[in-house]
């Protein structure tokens, strides 16, 4: 039922103190209840330490855990799991229940489970990045010159600042239609600058890695910033922003940003970096 999730226990072992399974936390589960773990901020990587439990990461900030027999003794440990996620790791002890009454579905992460983890992947947490993305909502248009007009709509940047490995892009919309727009899908893409019959366009789609806003229709204004891992691309290449509407009327706006324009991004002031 579920797919199985990767092990990636040998690459953290001895980081961590020494804890056995009798001073973890212990959640009790059955074969005929799916124990769903939320932790509080994205999960980067789950280990279970037997094959005795089944489980999948629906969504990036939660895991499901469900035993793959019930011939089992009650409270015998099924396994271990361990979350890591950008900023700390939590351990909890699985043992098994023939109540289903004892056996638990919801479980949230609390603070005193978390223990400290410097995640070499990670260089800038999520958490962090919504927070520099505030405030960056609250700086003034740096940019004025980079725009689109398209379907009576006006597509502008606003800023581009770069926070240690990531781009932050700044821009918006403005609908001077009477038309409600309902945002299909916003794409990000790598293209060429000058289009030749005589050779294919070559286009990367690029994945953001979080933007600030999930709102999905507008009518006057709109506004977003995306998180873009940093990158570097030739001068005959041009980085899209493209915004497209559902159907019927399927309108379409796009803003080019040239290499020199990331070229000139801000580095990010301190000050806007400090804590709300």
Request: aromatic share 8%; glycine share 2%.
């Amino acid at each position: 039922m579920f797919a199985a999730i990767a092990v990636f226990a040998a690459s953290i072992q001895g980081v961590f103190a020494q804890q056995t399974y009798e001073e973890m936390e212990r959640l009790t589960v059955n074969e005929q209840v799916t124990t769903v773990i939320t932790a509080t901020e994205p999960i980067r990587f789950v280990d279970i330490s037997t094959d005795k439990i089944a489980g999948d990461q629906p969504i990036n900030n939660t895991i499901r855990l469900k035993p793959k027999e019930g011939a089992h003794e009650d409270g015998e440990v099924l396994a271990i799991v361990t979350i890591v996620t950008e900023r700390y790791r939590s351990q909890y002890a699985l043992l098994y229940t023939t109540r289903l009454q004892e056996a638990v579905t919801d479980k949230v992460v609390q603070r005193m489970e978390q223990t400290a983890y410097h995640n070499p992947a990670v260089s800038l947490s999520t958490e962090d990045m919504y927070r520099i993305a505030r405030n960056i909502w609250s700086s003034p248009a740096k940019w004025r010159d980079v725009k689109t007009k398209r379907h009576r709509m006006e597509m502008r940047l606003n800023n581009i600042y770069a926070v240690g490995d990531y781009f932050f892009i700044d821009y918006s919309i403005e609908n001077k239609t009477n038309i409600r727009f309902d945002i299909d899908e916003i794409r990000l893409k790598l293209a060429d600058k000058k289009i030749s019959k005589a050779t294919n366009n070559q286009v990367i789609e690029l994945t953001p890695e979080m933007q600030l806003e999930q709102t999905k229709s507008f009518k006057y204004g709109y506004r977003n910033i995306l998180v873009v891992k940093k990158l570097t691309f030739p001068n005959d290449k041009i980085l899209t922003i493209e915004m497209s509407e559902k159907q019927i009327s399927g309108r379409t706006i796009s803003l080019n940003i040239d290499y020199e324009d990331v070229l000139c991004a801000d580095s990010f002031n301190k000050v806007l970096l400090e804590e709300e």
